[in-house]
């Protein structure tokens, strides 16, 4: 069974930053790809950003040139740096990984919270 411990969530002034990580129980460079989704309540969850096993990074229009995606290979871990926050950006954030083959795999989730 796969597992993501997420951490790093927390409260942040408006303008501010935050640092999110993923750290996953397998290596998920090699096992498909893995990002960072969130969900805000009474909203489906959202695409924030993905990196590929070749590097290549997506991000959602919302968080492009705010967000950044990295990783750490060798410790199996992917980073969300979150600059310029906004209130919008208020949500419970989680890690996915997917695999190959299809299957989903998820984090509990992290809270950030955002204050105006």
């Known amino acids: 069974q796969v597992q993501l411990a997420e951490s790093g969530g927390g409260l942040v002034q408006a303008g501010g930053s935050l640092t999110l990580s993923c750290t996953a129980s397998?290596?998920?460079?090699?096992?498909?790809?893995i990002g960072w989704y969130r969900q805000c309540p009474g909203s489906e969850r959202e695409l924030v950003a993905v990196?590929?096993?070749?590097?290549?990074?997506k991000y959602a229009d919302s968080v492009q040139g705010r967000f950044i995606i990295s990783r750490e290979v060798a410790e199996n871990t992917v980073y969300l740096q979150m600059n310029a926050l906004k209130s919008e950006d208020t949500a419970v954030y989680y890690c996915?990984?997917?695999?190959?083959?299809?299957?989903?795999?998820w984090g509990p989730g992290t809270q950030v919270t955002v204050s105006s």
């Open positions: 996915n990984l997917r695999s190959w083959g299809g299957a989903d795999f």
């Open positions: 397998i290596n998920p460079f090699t096992t498909g790809f």
């Open positions: 990196i590929y096993s070749g590097g290549t990074k």
